[in-house]
């Protein structure tokens, strides 16, 4: 049987300009300086499969962050292409799009149509999120009012409920108090499990990586390193981190 | 252009809700809550005309209402270009996390400001009952004016909006244009009275330039013709700004569809 591709990523290039924000003056004198280029990304290639639970590690730099945003479409890679085959793509980030000063249910709908559903489908779930949350009363009260506890639990919820093809994971795997952390973790599983959905998931933690994913990648300075089975790859990064 | 009218059919509604939001956020905390946005446009009038209707000794009631319409225009146009300047740094939070496109950004902050300008056309309809100031069908013109000056404004919005972006002191230049650009449309003046008469050249050019050279004065003087005057607008020159209007349009969504994806590696 053939192997469903969801994520084809090739020859990705990011670099970030160093000079690139710059007032009228500085354009004046620098213009002909050598505009300093940091390269975030140098030439990655995988493939991810669908269904597959994706890790990717790293140390600090090594280009995990750009690189989900890249595939979420956030940045343009300066090189390379990115195809996600048709699937709807998230990046679960908490909070996005929120009005501090409007209530929790006005801003389920401001950040889900900003995740790019529409109102129907987020009325349709809308009381699955409200349950999921767990704030009470407070859900018809201004934003600005939580505490961030529950601002969390709200925001993880939006994100959590509306659900995509793919999901990309940048450490937010636990918010809340420890009841409400224990809830997400299960959730969080249950939404990683699911045998349609393609994740993609940074940690810095490698119990959590160990946990969830079957299959990591680890990048190092913007570069592949090796990608593979999850209880391959692990030891050979803790023990490349160990040595450092 | 296809993508773009695409994004604007995809995005509508959360440019929509989110101009509510906005909306309401912005009296949400404040005492006498919406009625900020009808005493604002109402306050500017009345310090106006008290400055140059009563101090300077010009004009009555009819001088009033030509300053609110003047003011009406020149907010749209004042708000457009200030609020696009530091829009996509001022959403950072929102252009880092996830793809929009970002017009969208301006689409849903310029229907706040036409919102803003409907109150204000609506407290000079109450004007013009109160006062007596006969009612016209010229007026309907209004709808064809703000039209173009809307098209205008968002080109303009978009180009300025991509340029803020990198350029640091766009905001600094920005200010100081508009305050020209603000004593120079003829908010509480009229230009060709001002201009008028005044030979250079061994000819009245200077009214000219200012009047159809500045798409903001232009747009001012042609509500205050159709609804005070009982004129026609003038359809060629209104057509050129249209078109200029909708070439400036092209220039930023261009701009921005090309440069859009960068944005957050800057900010």
Do not use: Q, W
């Given at each position: 049987m053939e192997k469903e591709i969801a994520i084809t990523v090739k020859d990705l290039h990011v670099t970030y300009r160093?000079?690139?924000?710059?007032?009228i003056r500085a354009s004046w004198t620098k213009l002909n300086k050598r505009i300093e280029l940091y390269h975030?990304?140098?030439g990655v290639s995988f493939e991810v499969e669908k269904g597959k639970i994706l890790g990717i590690i790293g140390k600090n730099g090594a280009g995990k962050s750009t690189m989900l945003r890249s595939i979420a479409g956030i940045f343009s890679p300066d090189k390379g292409s990115i195809n996600l085959h048709g699937n709807t793509i998230s990046l679960?980030?908490?909070?996005?799009?929120?009005?501090?000063?409007?209530?929790g249910y006005e801003n389920i709908y401001l950040s889900g149509m900003l995740l790019g559903f529409s109102e129907d489908e987020i009325k349709a779930k809308e009381q699955d999120i409200i349950n999921f949350a767990d704030i009470g009363e407070f859900i018809?009260?201004?934003?600005?009012?939580?505490s961030s506890g529950m601002y969390s639990k709200l925001a993880f919820a939006i994100t959590a409920i509306l659900e995509t093809d793919i999901m990309l994971i940048d450490e937010v795997l636990s918010v809340g108090d420890a009841k409400f952390k224990e809830k997400s973790y299960n959730k969080m599983k249950e939404l990683i499990s699911d045998e349609n959905r393609t994740v993609l998931i940074v940690s810095h933690s490698l119990e959590t990586i160990r946990n969830l994913c079957n299959e990591v990648l680890w990048l190092n300075e913007g570069e592949l390193m090796a990608i593979g089975p999850a209880d391959e790859i692990l030891p050979k990064y803790q023990e490349y981190m160990d040595n450092l | 252009m296809k993508k773009f009218f695409n994004n604007i059919k995809k995005y509508f509604k959360y440019a929509i809700r989110s101009a509510k939001a906005e909306l309401k956020s912005e009296v949400a905390?404040?005492?006498?809550n919406w009625l900020w946005w009808v005493i604002e446009p109402l306050s500017f009038m009345l310090i106006y005309s008290l400055i140059f209707g009563t101090i300077m000794k010009r004009g009555g009631d009819e001088f009033k209402i030509f300053v609110l319409l003047g003011l009406t225009i020149w907010e749209f146009f004042n708000r457009m270009i200030t609020g696009s300047v530091k829009l996509i740094i001022d959403n950072r939070d929102l252009v880092t996390k996830v793809y929009l496109p970002k017009y969208i950004l301006l689409l849903s902050k310029s229907f706040t400001y036409l919102f803003k300008m409907a109150i204000s056309f609506c407290i000079c309809l109450l004007m013009m009952l109160v006062t007596g100031v006969e009612f016209n069908?010229?007026?309907?013109f209004i709808i064809p004016i703000v039209i173009i000056a809307y098209i205008l404004a968002f080109g303009i919005g978009m180009i300025l909006m991509h340029f803020g972006v990198t350029l640091n002191d766009l905001a600094n230049l920005t200010t100081i244009g508009l305050k020209m650009l603000f004593y120079l449309s003829g908010v509480f003046y009229n230009i060709k009275d001002t201009f008028g008469n005044r030979a250079i050249f061994g000819k009245k050019i200077i009214d000219d330039i200012l009047l159809y050279g500045n798409p903001i004065a232009f747009c001012m003087q042609q509500t205050r013709d159709v609804t005070l005057s009982n004129m026609f607008p003038n359809f060629m020159f209104l057509g050129i700004w249209g078109l200029v209007g909708i070439l400036l349009c092209m220039i930023g969504i261009h701009l921005i569809h090309k440069n859009e994806n960068s944005y957050a590696k800057v900010i």
């Open positions: 160093g000079l690139k924000k710059t007032s975030a990304l140098k679960l980030s908490i909070g996005v799009g929120f009005n501090k000063k409007l209530t018809y009260k201004p934003v600005k009012t939580y | 905390d404040s005492y006498l069908i010229y007026m309907l």
